[in-house]
T-cell receptor, first 113, second 114 residues
Framework: SQQGEEDPQALSIQEGENATMNCSYKTSINNLQWYRQNSGRGLVHLILIRSNEREKHSGRLRVTLDTSKKSSSLLITASRAADTASYFCATGDPNFGNEKLTFGTGTRLTIIP | DVKVTQSSRYLVKRTGEKVFLECVQDMDHENMFWYRQDPGLGLRLIYFSYDVKMKEKGDIPEGYSVSREKKERFSLILESASTNQTSMYLC?????????????FGDGTRLSIL
C-alpha cells in the first residue's frame, strides 16, 4: 500500500526560484526520508527527519514535518538546472516492524534555465 | 561511499525464461531490498533480506523469488518471466533497521520481457 503521496505530481520553475514539494502519509511514523532520482538512475538519499523533529536543513534543502497533519514538505532554495529530477518521500511502515520503507509516487521537478 | 552494483543496466528476455538479476553492495550492510518501479505507481517492494539466507516478502512478491547466500549479494529471480514483469528493477541496501537508515540504491536494471 502507498504510504506517502507527493504533491504536486509535476513542477516546473525558473532557475534561481525556490521549489516546494509536499508529502502526506496515512499512519504513524518514526521518521520520514526524502530521496532524489535523476532520469534513468537510482535513488539518492537526501535527508532523514525523525518524528520528534519539526525542521531539518542540509545545504539548500529544508525539510519540515508536521506529525499532527501527517505531512512533510521539501524546500529547495535557489534552484539550479542540476536539481531537475524526481523527488520521493518514504516512511517506515509500522506493520513491518520498521524494517522497510514505503515510497510515494514522486514529484517530477523541472528547472528551466 | 557506498556502492551498490546491479549486474545489467538493460536486459531483454523472452516470456517463460528464468531471469536472474544480481546486486552486490560493498559496505557490509545487513539489509538488502529489491523494488520495481513503474510509471504512476512509484517504487514497490518485492522482497527484502535482513541477513544471509533470510528473506521477507514485500508488497508484490508473486512471480519472484530471491536468494542471499552471501552478505554482499542479493539476487532476484523471475521464475517464468511474463510481459507484465517488464519494468525498472532497483536494488538497495542499508545498515541497521531499514526504516531508520538511509537506503543506498544501484542504478537499476531496465528489464523488457518480449
Amino acid at each position: 500500500s502507498q504510504q506517502g503521496e507527493e504533491d504536486p505530481q509535476a513542477l516546473s520553475i525558473q532557475e534561481g526560484e525556490n521549489a516546494t514539494m509536499n508529502c502526506s502519509y496515512k499512519t504513524s511514523i518514526n521518521n520520514l526520508q526524502w530521496y532524489r532520482q535523476n532520469s534513468g538512475r537510482g535513488l539518492v538519499h537526501l535527508i532523514l527527519i525523525r518524528s520528534n523533529e519539526r525542521e531539518k536543513h542540509s545545504g539548500r534543502l529544508r525539510v519540515t514535518l508536521d506529525t499532527s497533519k501527517k505531512s512533510s514538505s521539501l524546500l529547495i532554495t535557489a534552484s539550479r538546472a542540476a536539481d531537475t529530477a524526481s523527488y520521493f518521500c518514504a516512511t517506515g511502515d509500522p506493520n513491518f516492524g520498521n524494517e522497510k520503507l514505503t515510497f510515494g509516487t514522486g514529484t517530477r521537478l523541472t528547472i528551466i534555465p | 561511499d557506498v556502492k551498490v552494483t546491479q549486474s545489467s543496466r538493460y536486459l531483454v528476455k523472452r516470456t517463460g525464461e528464468k531471469v536472474f538479476l544480481e546486486c552486490v553492495q560493498d559496505m557490509d550492510h545487513e539489509n538488502m531490498f529489491w523494488y520495481r518501479q513503474d510509471p504512476g505507481l512509484g517504487l514497490r517492494l518485492i522482497y527484502f533480506s535482513y541477513d544471509v539466507k533470510m528473506k521477507e516478502k514485500g508488497d508484490i512478491p508473486e512471480g519472484y523469488s530471491v536468494s542471499r547466500e552471501k552478505k554482499e549479494r542479493f539476487s532476484l529471480i523471475l521464475e517464468s518471466a511474463s510481459t507484465n514483469q517488464t519494468s525498472m528493477y532497483l536494488c538497495a541496501s542499508s545498515s541497521g533497521q531499514g526504516a531508520f537508515q538511509p537506503q543506498h540504491f544501484g542504478d537499476g536494471t531496465r528489464l523488457s520481457i518480449l
